[in-house]
């Protein structure tokens, strides 16, 4: 695109943001993220994207720098930033900010990545309170809440939670891994 002159967009960035996120490589984060024009890094859609890109590549102070900057953070980069500290061991850090997020904006995915966040950092007493407080637990939310167990050598409330799961829904196999 570049030899041919073709102009980036948002739709352009926001792919090349996923793929370098998905790969992981922080040099080229850093060569992509250069090459976005300052007038698209204040885009809520450009920040969220950036936001988990520097969270996958390990960069969590880019990742709270661009978070920062926002005014009024919505749902998205509420969450991208949850996972971004989830992601790099900073269980504290997300919580903390998963208890700054408006509760008419906690859904599905911040949950998941709250409780993720716990998982990896041995949080397992932050995770039961905030699964207690889950009105529409979901298997995901349950598989994630079993997985801090697991992970904390709790099999037998691990089990107790697959088994409560189970009396109202089917068996799921992500559950058991």
């Not at 920062?68 to 500290?85: C, E, F, G, H, L």
């Not at 809440?145 to 992500?174: G, K, V, W």
Request: hydrophobic letters at 40%; a negative charge.
């Amino acid at each position: 695109m570049k030899l041919d002159d073709i102009q980036s967009s948002i739709p352009i960035y926001l792919s090349a943001i996923k793929a370098v996120s998905q790969i992981g490589d922080y040099s080229k984060a850093q060569s992509i993220f250069k090459q976005i024009p300052d007038s698209l890094l204040v885009e809520s859609k450009i920040r969220s994207a950036l936001i988990d890109l520097w969270g996958k590549v390990g960069s969590v102070d880019e990742a709270k720098l661009i978070f920062d900057k926002i005014r009024q953070p919505n749902i998205i980069q509420y969450t991208a930033m949850v996972n971004s500290y989830g992601l790099n061991g900073m269980g504290m850090q997300a919580i903390a900010l998963f208890h700054q997020i408006p509760r008419e904006f906690l859904h599905e995915a911040t949950y998941v990545c709250a409780l993720n966040a716990c998982s990896h950092s041995g949080l397992v007493g932050e995770a039961r309170l905030i699964f207690k407080n889950i009105e529409m637990k979901t298997m995901r939310i349950y598989s994630t809440m079993i997985d801090c167990l697991s992970r904390a050598s709790a099999f037998e409330q691990a089990q107790e939670l697959i088994d409560e799961y189970e009396r109202n829904h089917s068996p799921e196999s992500t559950m058991y891994s």
